[in-house]
């Protein structure tokens, strides 16, 4: 860093895009980054930048199709970051990431240049990644429209009994004669279960 000489760094990094590996993994001066930190930043910044924007400048994207996540490509991405700095601040004592501003924006910086340069000389494997992306992502969003029509299904079957967690019903649906009993914690219930006219006494325990 020019302005800083004391600011040095160094990085090995590997990494492919893989339809059935997906791994990010960090190492800072010999110590494993669970949560990564600055270079997890770098990566998530420069990646979804650099993939966003060829998909946009080879028009990809159908009408109106919302942008990639960065899950989109984690989901095909096996990367490994090997960084060593000078100058290291943790992010607390466990140092399971590290916060260095510097770090993350040299190693973005990095990411995007030598991704920009890569797309562009190897036209047919950025094309594969970037419709690997794309499927990632449609996908993604398929079964997220399943999963809230399915809930919105679900949520119109509900009652009291299947959204209470161990309600006791009573057998009468003649609204005028039923009773709910709201007792404490399990052994409660057991008491009032065994006590009550089943026939219009239901229990609701709390806790």
Do not use: W
Not at 20 to 44: C, I, Q
């Amino acid at each position: 860093r020019e302005d800083k000489p004391e600011y040095k760094l160094k990085a090995d990094i590997a990494f492919c895009f893989s339809n059935t590996v997906s791994l990010l993994e960090y190492y800072h001066n010999s110590s494993f980054l669970e949560h990564g930190g600055s270079p997890d930043k770098a990566v998530r910044l420069a990646f979804l930048y650099a993939i966003d924007k060829y998909l946009k400048t080879n028009n990809l994207y159908t009408k109106n199709e919302s942008k990639i996540t960065f899950n989109d490509i984690a989901d095909c991405l096996a990367l490994v970051i090997n960084s060593f700095s000078t100058m290291t601040s943790y992010e607390n004592q466990t140092k399971k990431a590290i916060t260095n501003k510097f770090v993350q924006d040299a190693m973005t910086e990095f990411f995007r240049d030598r991704l920009h340069v890569y797309f562009i000389e190897n036209k047919q494997e950025a094309d594969r990644i970037a419709e690997q992306v794309l499927i990632n992502k449609r996908s993604r969003e398929t079964a997220e429209k399943q999963r809230l029509n399915i809930k919105k299904k679900l949520t119109g079957n509900l009652d009291i009994a299947n959204r209470v967690q161990k309600f006791v019903d009573c057998r009468t649906k003649d609204v005028s004669r039923r009773e709910i009993y709201i007792v404490e914690g399990d052994s409660a219930l057991g008491s009032v279960k065994l006590s009550r006219d089943a026939e219009f006494q239901g229990i609701m325990p709390v806790r």
